[in-house]
């Protein structure tokens, strides 16, 4: 469900936010996993490097 609306909410494949959804899972701690911070964070972590790059163009 949240790899879903990550990709609606980003405008991204699901493949692709699975993908991301992946890699954040593999930087944590699987016992504790709070799916709604996991979801901002990775949100905020994908305006920041978008605006980086608008930034570098």
Do not use: H, R
């Amino acid at each position: 469900m949240m790899i879903q609306e990550l990709s609606n909410k980003i405008g991204i494949s699901i493949e692709e936010a699975k993908s991301l959804v992946n890699t954040a899972l593999s930087f944590i701690d699987l016992k504790v996993i709070n799916y709604k911070d996991l979801k901002e964070e990775i949100l905020t972590f994908l305006v920041i490097n978008m605006f980086s790059l608008i930034c570098k163009l």
